[in-house]
């Protein structure tokens, strides 16, 4: 798939998931709700030529309104609930279509905020519930902790995760992702098999939602979770708000993951990627500066500036091989970069290949003597090789690491 059409395809998806919202929501004037559908034929009307795993037609969703979040049901061996909301309706519709409250077995929460979580009480109320005391409850266990208390005082069985966990929901198995951002206590649900997960309010599916100081949520810790998420082969999200998204999981949590970065820089409005990424290198981003450049290249492959800033970072995160293969592709076009060289040198010094990084070093001393970081990585390359009066000849390595060095140097006398 050629990037334009890739990028077709993506705004047709973005355009099917806005139409099928409207849908959900609203007919000329009239609000409307669609009440419990399976993720079957809500995945089928985003995209005709979608075929459905199997464990998509016995997945039932109920889209959130007002103060409640999206409800989930998966029916397997037993009927497991996946955020109870807060609206008691949702339920008296689910028990309506011939379920009863004695077959659900687990409720999990993807975090203890109120439009997500307080539904539960109105489950537990039912006579059936309340009798059998049969449902497990699975929190992260940095939830609210007068969340916790008022489980144990209905004196349910609850679970507490930290993320790692595998989950049984009646029968079909899903990874527990901790993560926290928006709260303390997010998790998602990932299941490998349907390339599906349960994201909450980690990612919506327009992108990130906000952070909520007071429950603990904190951007950097946002960062971290999207990147985990990210890690997975997801094509579907199932959201804590909004209609589910079908195959485009990937692009929706870039989405997430752009405006993590662009709150973290106080950014508004679209992003220049090659603006943004040396501000991300300062602030040890790596892999998001590596992502900018990325995102710059796809439309240029041959850009010099992202290809260099690229490998540079590349090096400092220890991946000194790729970072050779874009340099060495900067110097076919331009033998005499000073900054390419100076970046190989630097590669094949992570690589512990000193004796010959000391080559371009002195290449680039050729073209300018005054680049210092020249001087400073040939005086550290010969002194790893064991030159060290070759080393403190070198005036600024001298003085900048003399000090460093002092214990090594008192040792080697």
Known sequence: MTEQTKQTKEEEMEEAIKELEQQYTSVGDQPKHPGWVTIAEVFNKAEASHKTDPIFENMFFMLGYDYSSNVYVLKGDYLTIVDPGNDYTSFMALFDLDYDPGDIKKIVLTHGHRDHAMGIFELLNYPTIMKNKDIEIIIHEKGPDMFKKMIEETGFPFTLVKGGETLDLGGSEWEVIHTPGHTMDGISLYNAPTKTAFTGDTILPYGMADVDDSAGGRLDHYLFSVKELLKRDIENILPGHGVPVVSAGKKVMEVAYEGV??????????????????????????????????????????????????????????????????????????????????????????????EESLQYFDDVLKINPDIKEAHIYKGMSLYFLGKYDEAMDIEIFRTEFAEKFKDQLEKKE
């Not at 981003?285 to 290809?307: F, N, P, Q, R």
């Open 261 to 354: 970065i662009a709150k973290i820089l106080q950014i508004e409005g679209n992003i220049s990627w090659m603006d943004v990424a040396p501000h991300l290198v300062q602030k040890g981003l790596l892999e998001e500066a590596v992502y900018c450049c990325d995102k710059k290249l796809v439309g240029d492959t041959e850009d010099l500036i992202a290809l260099q800033l690229k490998a540079y970072c590349l090096t400092d995160m220890g991946r000194c091989e790729e970072s050779l293969e874009l340099l060495d592709k900067i110097l076919a076009r331009q033998s005499n970069n000073p900054h390419a060289l100076l970046g190989k040198g630097h590669a094949l010094m992570g690589m512990q290949q000193y």
